[in-house]
Each structure stands twice: as structure tokens, then as C-alpha cells.
């Protein structure tokens, strides 16, 4: 792309705004998906507003800038993974305004990325599984077929809200699940892989009409709210997040490739896969040896 095409942006009366609707639109050319540029605008309005409310314009910010924002993010409580994704959008934007002669050089650099320490997530025991099955089994049929659906392929509660009855399709007797849309482009067509669950999946997808409305009939806000429900009522530390990581947990307890749970997940990198699987419960039997004590034990 060369430089003319941005040239209405270099002059002065041009808003912070109008920079950010550019951006978007480029790479809504450049082929970005919906998903990703929905990001990119919420996490740039954060940083607008920042600018905003201290009068700099985007051109202009420097690097104590970005290191005051960094330092307004920490003190609104803001989560670090949280941080690093701002800031990798404002990398993305900055380092764009570069390349198309908007602004010199880009205040933000790697080194300004916050280091991320990820606690380790515990998978959800068979026995609070469980627990689990016998509330979902109190629920209303819909909500009780999107809580197994999650337990069954480990998608996104996003994902599940957004399903409609011709996503749920029956192969060789399997029940498969297209994901559409799905969060950084990771659509994918996927089998339920748990039993019960494809079996309580496809009963309530056999009621519902094809008629391209919501599969569950669900927002992804009132699923949340029914785990917060269920965390209340056990005790037991639950989201909705919490059952793609047993999943993918469960799923290398029997040896299922860590690559095929990377495409069932719908992630772009195996190390991220390899964090979802860290819960997994090991069984160290098998490699480790037995010695002959004898009567001398010293």
C-alpha cells in the first residue's frame, strides 16, 4: 500500500478517531475477520480514551506516554494478560502508522510488554464433574444441552451461544459440531467427543427448527450467569472457561495427541494447547521402577 492512500490523515484537524476508523478499515482489507477487528476497536477505545482525556494526540504520543498508560491499566485493576493484549493491538496499530508515514516511529516497543505469569488452572475433578452432571440435570432442557455441549468439545461458551440448528449435523452415527466465526479465525468442524454429552446434544437438537436462529437460544451472558449459579450453589471455583480446560486435561489423560487437541480447541499454537492440558492427571506408574529392599534398608 503506498503512502497517498493515507495522506487526508497527516494533516492536522484529523482526529484520533478518524486514525483508528483507518486502521480498521485496512485491515478489514487486508482480510481481518469481524471477530478480530471488534477487538482491535475495543481494545484501541480503552487507549483513545486515555488520550483523550489528557488532550495527546495520536501522532504525538511518546514512550512516557505509553509507560503512563501501562501505569493506568495496573492501577484499574487491569489483569496482565489483559495488558499484553492492549498493548499488543496499540503495537499492531502503532507499527501500521509507521509503515504508512503517519507518525515517525512507534513509541512501543516488545520490551514494554508487561511479563505474564499464568497461574496453573486446575481441571475440574471427576467427582465435581460429577456434581455438575446432577445440577445440569435440574436445568431446562436448552440450558442443560449447551453446559454438555461445552463439556463434549470444549468450546468457547461464545462459540456455543452462537450455534444455530444447522451447525449440529449427525456422520456415521457421530454428532459433529460446526464453529463458525470463531474467535482469532479459528472455525473448525468438530465431533462431540464425549458420549452422554453427544447423546443429550443431539436429543435437544432433533426439537429444535431449522430456521437459523440461536441453537439454545442462550446469550453467552445468561450461560455465564448459570455458572456463577452453579459455582454458588457447590463451592466449587467454576466458569465456563474452567470446563474447555478439563476438557483438553481429559483428553491427554487418554492419549490423544496434543495436535488434535490443538485443532478442537481452535488454537493457533500448540503452546497455547500445551497450557490448557497442564491439569491433566499423570499416572507415573508405568515409568517408574521398583527396587528389592531386602532386610538392609539403610
Known amino acids: 500500500m503506498g503512502q497517498d492512500k493515507f495522506k487526508d490523515l497527516r494533516n492536522g484537524d484529523v482526529t484520533n478517531e478518524e486514525i483508528m476508523a483507518a486502521f480498521l478499515a485496512d485491515k478489514r482489507l487486508e482480510g481481518c475477520k469481524e471477530s478480530t477487528l471488534a477487538e482491535y476497536h475495543r481494545r484501541l477505545a480503552v487507549y483513545y480514551d ?62 514494554d510488554f508487561p511479563v505474564v505469569v499464568t497461574a496453573r488452572i486446575h481441571r475440574l475433578t471427576d467427582d465435581q464433574l460429577q456434581e455438575l452432571a446432577g445440577w445440569l440435570s435440574l436445568l431446562q432442557e436448552n440450558l442443560r444441552a449447551a453446559f454438555w455441549l461445552m463439556i463434549g468439545t470444549g468450546a468457547r461458551v461464545g462459540e456455543v451461544a452462537h450455534l444455530t440448528a444447522q451447525d449440529v449435523t449427525i456422520r456415521d452415527g457421530a454428532v459433529y459440531v460446526a464453529i463458525h466465526d470463531a474467535k482469532w479465525g479459528s472455525d473448525r468442524v468438530i465431533p462431540i467427543t464425549e458420549a452422554q454429552a453427544a447423546a443429550i446434544v443431539w436429543k435437544y437438537r432433533q426439537t429444535v427448527p431449522v430456521d437459523g436462529q440461536p441453537l439454545f437460544r442462550l446469550s453467552r451472558r445468561t450461560l455465564q450467569f448459570y455458572a456463577t449459579k452453579f459455582a454458588q450453589t457447590s463451592g466449587i471455583p467454576f466458569h465456563c472457561h474452567l470446563l474447555r480446560h478439563t476438557y483438553a486435561a481429559r483428553l491427554t489423560e487418554q492419549g490423544v495427541p496434543i495436535t488434535t487437541i490443538q485443532y478442537l480447541l481452535g488454537h493457533k499454537s500448540v503452546a497455547m494447547t500445551a497450557h490448557y492440558t497442564q491439569s491433566a492427571l499423570v499416572d507415573l506408574s508405568g515409568i517408574t521402577p521398583t527396587i528389592d529392599l531386602g532386610e538392609d534398608t539403610q
Request: no cysteine; hydrophobic share 40%; proline share 2%.
Open 50 to 111: 486515555f488520550l483523550k482525556a489528557r488532550q495527546i494526540r495520536v501522532s504525538a504520543v511518546t514512550h512516557d506516554d505509553i509507560h503512563d498508560f501501562i501505569n493506568a491499566m495496573h492501577a484499574a485493576g487491569k489483569k496482565n494478560q489483559t495488558k499484553k493484549n492492549t498493548l499488543s493491538t496499540i503495537y499492531v496499530f502503532t507499527n501500521w502508522g509507521v509503515k504508512n508515514g503517519l507518525w515517525t516511529v512507534s513509541p512501543l516497543t516488545k520490551a
